[in-house]
Nanobody, 116 residues
């Protein structure tokens, strides 16, 4: 069972930036698709961005042009650079690992609050 640990959340003003990071505990990271999801109060968890083992990325329309997902296969980490943050980006952000055979793991989540 791979363990995922997120870091980097916090409180930021509208228009500000934050960088989230997720560290994985095993080499399965290198062959897995990694992703960031978020869940706001009273809402379902939604996809933010994913990156395949080969580096192909996918973004939710709501974050395109503002967020950038990246991965470091040597250090088993995936990052999410978030710029031009909006109040509607407020949520708990979760790191996800999807192995090729369908196994999925989740981190514990990190709170991002965008407020003045």
């Amino acid at each position: 069972q791979v363990k995922l640990v997120e870091s980097g959340g916090g409180l930021v003003q509208p228009g500000g930036s934050l960088r989230l990071s997720c560290a994985a505990s095993g080499s399965i990271f290198s062959i897995s698709r990694m992703g960031w999801y978020r869940q706001a109060p009273g809402k379902q968890r939604e996809l933010v961005a994913t990156v395949t083992s080969g580096g192909n990325t996918n973004y939710a329309d709501s974050v395109k042009g503002r967020f950038t997902i990246s991965r470091d296969n040597a250090n088993y980490t995936v990052g999410l650079q978030m710029n031009s943050l909006k109040p509607e980006d407020t949520a708990v952000y979760y790191c996800n690992l999807m192995a090729p055979w369908g196994h999925s793991s989740w981190g514990q989540g990190t709170q991002v609050t965008v407020s003045s």
